[in-house]
């Protein structure tokens, strides 16, 4: 079984930085992670991804260049680093986990979630 634990989340203006952490226990050596969010009355979107092959990463259009998705898998952690943050990335932000190494950037596609931090952004 696997359990995910996300931290890091916050008050930030614009245009300020957050690193949020996702912490694994179990093994996820070889599984490819994700960052997923939901704002309010929203449904909840795919954000980015790491493969769990050979940690390429894949973002969502609204991130790119701005957000940086890494992992260390001696501390069994993912890291969103979010810059250049806007008040529209306002949302919980959540951390999965899936049982393959290949990305798929939805839903369905991720086996395990973790309970969610909150970043909101002050304009």
């Known amino acids: 079984q696997v359990r995910l634990v996300e931290s890091g989340g916050g008050l930030v203006q614009a245009g300020g930085s957050l690193r949020l952490s996702c912490l694994a226990s179990g093994r996820t050596f070889n599984y490819a992670m994700g960052w997923f969010r939901q704002a309010p009355g929203k449904d909840r979107e795919f954000v980015s991804a790491i493969s769990g092959k050979d940690d390429s990463t894949f973002y969502v259009d609204s991130v790119k260049g701005r957000f940086t998705t890494s992992r260390d898998n001696a501390r069994n952690t993912m890291y969103l680093q979010m810059n250049s943050l806007e008040p529209e990335d306002t949302a919980v932000y959540y951390c999965?986990?899936?049982?393959?190494?290949?990305?798929?950037?939805?839903?369905?596609?991720?086996?395990?979630w973790g309970q969610g931090t909150l970043v909101t952004v002050s304009s």
């Open positions: 999965a986990a899936r049982r393959y190494s290949n990305i798929l950037p939805v839903e369905s596609g991720f086996d395990y």
